[in-house]
Nanobody, 114 residues
Framework: QVQLVESGGGWVQPGGSLRLSCAASRIIFKIATMGWYRQAPGKERELVAHIGTGGSTNYADSVKGRFTISRDNAKNTVSLQMNSLKPEDTAVYYC????????WGQGTQVTVSS
């Protein structure tokens, strides 16, 4: 069973930064486009960004210019650098393949408030 383990969330004031990380099994990571998703209270889970095996990236309009997705193929990790955070970025953040074909992990909570 493939496990996805997210980390790095926390509380930050508006305008602050956080870096999320996700570890995945080597087999999946080697062949999969990986994505970061988020789910805010009372809302559907949405795609934030995804990155292909070769490094090509795509972002939701709401995070373009503020978030950066990256992957380390040697360490089987995918990261999400989040800058200029806004209260509307508050959500539980998850990683998964793109599209989300694996069982969802626990996610990591990101709270942006003053």
């Amino acid at each position: 069973q493939v496990q996805l383990v997210e980390s790095g969330g926390g509380w930050v004031q508006p305008g602050g930064s956080l870096r999320l990380s996700c570890a995945a099994s080597r087999i999946i990571f080697k062949i999969a486009t990986m994505g970061w998703y988020r789910q805010a209270p009372g809302k559907e889970r949405e795609l934030v960004a995804h990155i292909g095996t070769g490094g090509s990236t795509n972002y939701a309009d709401s995070v373009k210019g503020r978030f950066t997705i990256s992957r380390d193929n040697a360490k089987n990790t995918v990261s999400l650098q989040m800058n200029s955070l806004k209260p509307e970025d508050t959500a539980v953040y998850y990683c998964n393949t793109y599209p989300g074909t694996l069982s969802w992990g626990q996610g990591t909570q990101v709270t942006v408030s003053s």
